[in-house]
């Protein structure tokens, strides 16, 4: 069979997928094995690999990732170019007509190169300190003996430095990111793009998971948006009738939302210069999550869970970041009813959690950000409504908020 497979007919494609297939296989992870693996079925004239690749593919380089943020800017940039159709010319003018090459659609050969390369990199970063070959692990015994290896993959995956490195640049792209004559937001784009060619363990659930560090680590998201009044037309009559309409009319107005940059659209920030870390977090958290799959929902799912349950939340502004995290992909979890339960249940979980600390919300005030999550509630009740049944198990959860507001929201669930 050895020669059948040095000789498949789509020979890129058959290395991605077994590296994207069998990424912890422990083999995989010998330098001498991963190096074979790739001279067997790569041909370097054929394909633009970066030149770190390429001498550890030759032997002419050594057995490690490359360091340094540079590589991984200058494989980010040809993502961006590629996803943004500003390709240059083939470096080898000598390439059969391009429909007669194993992958014609350029994006998607740039996609599978950059993959490629990043799993043999992870390989080589998980490669034992000696020089031994490892024996493939044996397989689990139990239910609970898989998910322990899942979580030991996990917590390796975690720790990748390549991956850190990634979301670091995505965050605050470097000088060749900015010089790209593309849209201002490719870069986050084609990072969502390559998160979910990779495994998921390796680049797409620890970018969701950073959303518990934005969340409670950045003093925007920490602040309380200003009161606003509810309309009562008894209080409008008697303020009316003591001339004092204007002040009721400034109370009814609340004050200006001090955390507009965060929800405004990454594009518009970068023009006006309010580019902020919550948002570009955000911008590239719904381009993870619009080509996610249901394992990656589950993730953020469970980030959110752990946020409720460390009882760190303390304001409404975070509370409308974790309505905004999710608004995008709501539509497509009314199919899984068990994980939208789970996020609507534990947002209004964390409604609880905050309303104690929110010194002016009575009976006579709300805040903007509340007023917001309302309407959250409200459209997704209208537009996005898996059931009743769906709504029954949430429903309990309402219990525990304000009387205003659990009447405002009941009436939503009821309607």
């Known amino acids: 069979m050895g020669i059948l497979y040095r000789l498949h007919q789509v020979p890129l494609t058959t290395l991605m997928n077994t590296l994207f297939v069998y990424f912890d296989a422990p083999p995989l992870h010998d330098a001498a094995v991963i190096r074979s693996l790739n001279l067997s079925l790569l041909d370097m004239t054929q394909q633009d690999f970066s030149p770190e690749f390429c001498a550890f593919v030759k032997g002419q380089g050594p057995d490690a990732p490359p360091e340094g943020p540079g590589y991984v800017a200058r494989m980010m940039a040809r993502i961006s170019r590629a996803v943004a159709r500003h390709l240059p010319d083939p470096l080898n003018d000598a390439l059969p007509e391009i429909h007669y090459r194993e992958i014609p659609n350029p994006i998607l050969l740039v996609l599978t190169e950059c993959v490629v390369e990043l799993l043999t990199w992870w390989c080589l970063h998980s ?34 430095p390549m991956a850190h490195t990634w979301f670091a640049l995505a965050m605050d792209p470097p000088a060749e990111i900015h010089d790209l004559q593309v849209p201002g937001a490719t870069h986050i784009h084609s990072t969502g793009v390559l998160a979910n060619v990779m495994p998921d363990e390796l680049m797409a659930f620890p970018f969701v998971r950073h959303l518990r560090e934005i969340v409670l680590e950045e003093p925007v998201l920490q602040t309380v948006s200003g009161p606003k009044r509810y309309f009562s037309f008894v209080a409008f009559a008697r303020e009316a009738s003591s001339a004092s309409t204007d002040r009721f009319t ?75 995290t999710v608004g995008p992909v709501l539509y497509r979890l009314v199919e899984h009813e ?14 609880a959690q905050i309303c104690p600390r ?52 009941q009436c939503i669930v009821d309607q």
């Open 250 to 324: 400034r109370h009814a107005a609340g004050t200006k939302f001090a955390a507009t940059a965060v929800f405004n659209s990454f594009e518009q920030n970068r023009i006006h210069g309010n580019a902020n870390r919550p948002n570009t977090y955000l911008t590239l958290l719904h381009s993870i999550l619009h080509y996610g799959g249901v394992a990656t929902f589950a993730a953020l799912a469970d980030t959110i869970r752990g946020l409720v349950a460390s009882g760190a939340l303390c304001s409404d502004i975070q509370l409308l970041y974790l309505c905004a």
């Open 358 to 409: 929110i010194p002016h919300l009575d009976a006579e005030y709300s805040t903007d950000a509340i007023e917001q999550v309302m309407d959250f509630f409200c459209f997704v009740k209208d537009q996005f409504d898996p059931g009743r049944p769906a709504w029954r198990r949430i429903a309990p959860h309402i219990a525990a908020l304000p009387a205003s507001l659990r009447y405002q929201l």
């Open 338 to 351: 068990a994980l939208y339960v789970q996020v609507l249940a534990d947002l209004i979980a964390v409604m």
């Open 127 to 160: 490669a034992p300190a000696s020089s031994a070959r490892l024996a493939a692990s044996p397989r689990p015994a139990s239910e609970q003996a898989f998910r322990a290896e899942e979580r030991s993959r996990a917590v390796r995956a975690s720790e990748w």
